[in-house]
């Protein structure tokens, strides 16, 4: 049987980490597998390392997993990661555990979760009413970003294109004050929802959303939400119904604080 050539990209590694992973590959080579480290962040590869921990890594492997779903995937932090089917280890890196993960064997591309996608937005407030029908056809418009601690997911008035579902992990959403101060509204965890409303209108971000920990999101963009709601008007009355009643709630909620404010004077 010839010898199998298999690329690996590692992502966000300083070149110390670099040189690292390229000895282990070359020890781990033998007459059936031959590993090779790729020169360019970017290339395609077989088996891709992420270093979880640097935000400008996180982000290249979200757009880098767009056009390439099939690569077997580990990551590394130095921290424990949130529930992930995909393969962990620890950061610095040890020769020895990441060399146990390389063999084939050892690694195994996730299946789609699909089905945790949808059990998440079939609970969430904003999309459980909808019939299970579009509820899968949100799912299929949807992708997943995946983002480290403390991590900055959109800033107050900055333009909204997007809506965030929590598949893992939390999120603080907080405003800054006049004197600059930041002011936590809430937090918000696995089933609940971040920024629809700029999303829905494309106007300006009411608050700034930060990761608390490392983060799934299931992303769903404008420019496909908008036509399926447009194709499915079924869909947008279920979800106006839904809107109305929060902003109701929310309503009744700022009466109870100002006749609290009131009583208090």
């Given at each position: ?142 992708r997943v970003m995946m983002l480290p601690a403390q991590q900055v997911v959109f800033e107050a008035a900055a333009t909204g294109e997007e809506m965030f579902v929590v598949l893992n992990g939390r999120l603080k959403v907080s405003v800054a004050n006049r004197e600059g101060r930041e002011i936590v509204l ?80």
């Amino acid at each position: 049987m010839a010898t199998r050539s298999i690329t690996v990209n590692a992502i966000g590694f300083l070149e110390k980490d670099r040189r690292m992973i390229r000895n282990i590959l070359s020890v781990a080579s033998n007459k059936d597998y031959s590993y090779q480290l790729t020169m360019i962040g970017g290339e395609t590869a077989d088996i891709v390392i992420v270093n979880t921990d640097d935000p400008v890594a996180m982000t290249a492997w979200n757009d880098y997993r767009q056009i390439s779903p099939d690569a077997h995937v580990i990551l590394a932090s130095a921290v424990p990661q949130f529930t992930t089917d995909y393969v962990c280890i620890k950061r610095p890196l040890i020769a020895s555990q990441l060399h146990s993960v390389l063999a084939p064997g050892e690694l195994k591309t996730p299946a789609p979760r699909t089905g945790q996608k949808y059990e998440v937005l079939a609970k969430s407030f904003l999309f459980r009413n909808l019939s299970a029908h579009h509820q899968e056809k949100i799912v299929s418009l949807s992708r997943v970003m995946m983002l480290p601690a403390q991590q900055v997911v959109f800033e107050a008035a900055a333009t909204g294109e997007e809506m965030f579902v929590v598949l893992n992990g939390r999120l603080k959403v907080s405003v800054a004050n006049r004197e600059g101060r930041e002011i936590v509204l809430g937090s918000i965890g696995p089933g609940e929802i971040v920024g629809e409303i700029a999303m829905l209108d494309g106007r300006g971000r009411s608050a700034t959303a930060t990761t608390l920990t490392p983060c799934e999101l299931l992303v769903i963009h404008r420019r496909d939400f908008m036509p399926f709601l447009e194709q499915n008007p079924k869909a947008a009355i279920d979800l106006i119904r839904v809107l109305a009643l929060r902003l109701r709630l929310n309503t009744e909620q700022l009466a109870e604080l100002i006749e609290g404010d009131e009583v208090l004077r």
